[in-house]
T-cell receptor
Framework: GAVVSQHPSWVICKSGTSVKIECRSL??????MFWYRQFPKQSLMLMAT?????????EQGVEKDKFLINHASLTLSTLTVTSAHPEDSSFYIC??????????????FGPGTRLTVT | SQKIEQNSEALNIQEGKTATLTCNYT??????LQWYRQDPGRGPVFLLL?????KEKRKERLKVTFDTTLKQSLFHITASQPADSATYLC?????????FGTGTSLTVIP
């Protein structure tokens, strides 16, 4: 149980275009999903917290107009990188909390999406 | 803001030995502290969670301790195996958000 998927697993796009990444909880309802970014040999940096049916909460320094997050249902959150630039190239990972665990703070991660902007 | 440090970037140990990884944090103690394993090009995998009122937690060959006085957690892998080679991350929660340490890359040498 507690499986999270991401699509696509990797994507290459041209500078100036937009890319959408999907995060799905496959066997549980996730009222909260998180989006992280990870650069090579660095740890995960929290970008935003996404609650179902409400606006995402962005971490300081993350441009909300550039990284659009939509959490339209209890099993799906999307991250859209708008007008992508080479410096946006990174590994994007989502995670979700499983509320079946009675308020415990375990979170389950997707496999990640490798974005390369040329 | 909370700062999380893991004591070394890389740790090499011989197969069969116990690996000990350290996670130190500043400021206030979180309600929960978690350890994750991450393999290259993959998302982290949850290993263990320990609450602030718990001193120690075990799961098979894994053991985690949590010392709120020292603001430190130790993560032990006993009888280590080459398959344990990975990067291990600690994570703390602040309300609804989670923040990760820099990670320690563990290599178990056969």
């Amino acid at each position: 149980g507690a499986v999270v998927s991401q699509h696509p697993s990797w994507v290459i796009c041209k500078s100036g275009t937009s890319v959408k990444i999907e995060c799905r909880s496959l066997d549980f309802q996730a009222t909260t999903m998180f989006w992280y970014r990870q650069f090579p040999k660095q740890s995960l940096m929290l970008m935003a917290t996404s609650n179902e049916g409400s606006k995402a909460t962005y971490e300081q320094g993350v441009e909300k107009d550039k990284f659009l997050i939509n959490h339209a249902s209890l099993t799906l959150s999307t991250l859209t990188v708008t007008s992508a630039h080479p410096e946006d190239s990174s590994f994007y990972i989502c995670s979700a909390r499983d509320w079946r665990t009675g308020g415990s703070y375990e979170q389950y991660f997707g496999p990640g999406t490798r974005l390369t902007v040329t | 803001s909370q700062k999380i440090e893991q004591n070394s970037e890389a740790l090499n140990i011989q197969e069969g030995k116990t690996a000990t990884l350290t996670c130190n944090y500043t400021n206030y103690s979180p309600a929960y502290l978690q350890w994750y394993r991450q393999d290259p090009g993959r998302g982290p995998v949850f290993l263990l969670l320990i609450r602030e009122n718990e001193k120690e937690k075990r799961k098979e060959r894994l053991k985690v301790t949590f010392d709120t006085t020292l603001k430190q957690s130790l993560f032990h892998i006993t009888a280590s195996q080459p398959a344990d080679s990975a990067t291990y991350l600690c994570a703390l929660n602040t309300g609804n958000q989670f923040y990760f340490g820099t990670g320690t890359s563990l290599t178990v040498i056969p």
